[in-house]
């Protein structure tokens, strides 16, 4: 099966994630997850992680950073992310919790894992639940980092409705990303300890200094010519991004804005007709993804950062855009509200962005031309965001108050130690 290592099990406390996809298949929740656990000492914790495989040239098991990755279900050579909703692979994640079940007790009965957690609400959260059926001692830990309302998820599970809220009423910690989903569990129920930890930045990387001639190259490389204004989104491709409400916005804005939308989806055919019916398809471009990489420079090269989000946990690529120092435009909704605060709505705080509402394509375009317009009033918002977001969601920040709020407050309580 597996080859296992042998650390010194009795001073390294041991923690075991559930989650679908991990590295290299990764969202936001599983970039959040890597980012605080490779800054936490493998001398304090040691993590493992039961994922699914995919990709048949993956190995069963390896180390990335600090995660322990064991690899289950079934997959073919060469699977991309997208073929996950396809048949057969899409089965891998209905037959998940009672695999990963059985990895875990394997793995427990080597290892004595002191805790088990989530990664995002979903699937795998079952593995962990049923896991906690078995071995009712150890700690269970629900992580809400959760992009899709819970609606959706309470439709989707209709069925099994009250396991689904055992997910959250039977966790010994809750970790949520924002307030948002602070109150939405509370609202399933949950009564015990619970922190908010954001997700974080990589402040060095989306802050860095990018010279004139590479500036210059990246323009070249995505067409933009003198005088032209670039609107940029790094979202998937889903409905509740709220790409289409962007799409829609373009005929209200002058010939010399454009659109540059860098990710993938389920929707990118829906959304380039779109663009077609509209009459903006030569100002509406797809571009795929975005490497982490490329990101700062692409982003500085644009003008706006637009993601006028329907549903959203936390968001991460905004906060991603304030400290590249691109002004942002988005709803309020979710975890949004807590970091981007707007001008004529949020008085009482400094100014980070501008609000629209939802599915209002002319509050868009009144966004993005008060930006255009107001050039002194959009340097200081952007100013403001940047300071704020260097401040709140650096990525040290973050994993410190991972090990300090929930970690080392949930072993000092559990274990006293």
Known sequence: MWQIGCDN???????????????????????????????????????????????????????????????????????????????????????????????????????????????????????????KFLFPKVSYIARADDGDPFDSYKRKTKIVAPLFIKLFTKADFLVTTSTYLLNEVTKMGYRGESVIVPNGVDAKHFSQEVSAKELEIVKKNIGKKEGDIFLVTTSRLVPKNGIDDCVQAMKLLPKNIYFLVYGIGPDEEKLKTLARQDGVEERVRFLGQLSHTDM?????????????SLSEGFGISFIEAMVAELPVVATQEGGIADFLYDPELNKNHPPTGRAVKVRDPAGIARAVELFIDN??????????????????????????QMKEKVLDELFTNAYGK
């Open 9 to 131: 099990f009795l001073m390294v406390k041991r923690i075991l994630f559930f989650s679908l996809t991990y590295f290299p298949f990764i969202g936001g929740a599983e970039v959040a997850i890597k980012e605080v656990t490779d800054r936490i000492s493998s001398d304090d914790y040691h993590f493992d992680m039961i994922t699914l495989r995919f990709d048949s040239n993956l190995p069963k098991f390896e180390r990335v950073g600090n995660v322990d990755i064991f690899r289950i279900g079934f997959g073919y050579r060469g699977a991309k992310i997208e073929d996950f909703k396809k048949f057969p692979l899409v089965l891998n994640k209905y037959f998940y919790p009672f695999m990963a079940l059985v990895a875990a007790v394997v793995l427990h009965r080597r290892k004595s894992y002191q805790a088990v957690m989530t990664v995002i609400t979903g699937y795998a959260s079952f593995g962990a639940l049923f896991f």
């Open 296 to 308: 700062p420079k692409t982003l500085k090269a644009c003008d706006i950062f637009v993601r006028p």
């Open 375 to 400: 050039p002194e009033e959009t340097k200081q918002i952007v100013a403001n965001a940047k300071k704020m977001a260097m401040e709140r969601y650096d990525w040290g920040l973050i994993a410190k």
